[in-house]
């Protein structure tokens, strides 16, 4: 089992290099829960490494940017569609 020291730095290259990362992902990466990435992204920007947005974190970098509200709100909108129809 990875230790958390390590997974913060893995956490940490893959934001560099990719310019975000999601919650998700991350924990089925490393098999762990959501909630211990999100603690590891807290610590992360704590240090500066790195900025938690919704649903992930992205690079502090300059080549990563958090899309507008508006752009977000367009994407996958069949699958909210499905998601709201089954909540109602």
């Known amino acids: 089992m990875m230790d958390r020291t390590q997974r913060r730095r ?3 290259e893959q934001v560099v290099r990719t310019g975000d990362v ?3 992902e991350l924990a089925d990466e490393f098999k762990v829960s959501e909630m211990t990435i999100r603690r590891d992204i807290e610590a992360l920007q704590q240090q500066g490494i790195l900025r938690r947005v919704s649903g992930g974190a992205i690079s502090l970098s300059g080549t990563a940017f958090e899309p507008s509200y508006g752009l ?3 994407q996958a909108v069949d699958s909210k569609a499905h998601i709201a129809e089954r909540i109602v």
């Open 10 to 12: 893995l956490i940490e």
């Open 72 to 74: 977000r709100a367009g």
């Open 22 to 24: 999601s919650f998700g």
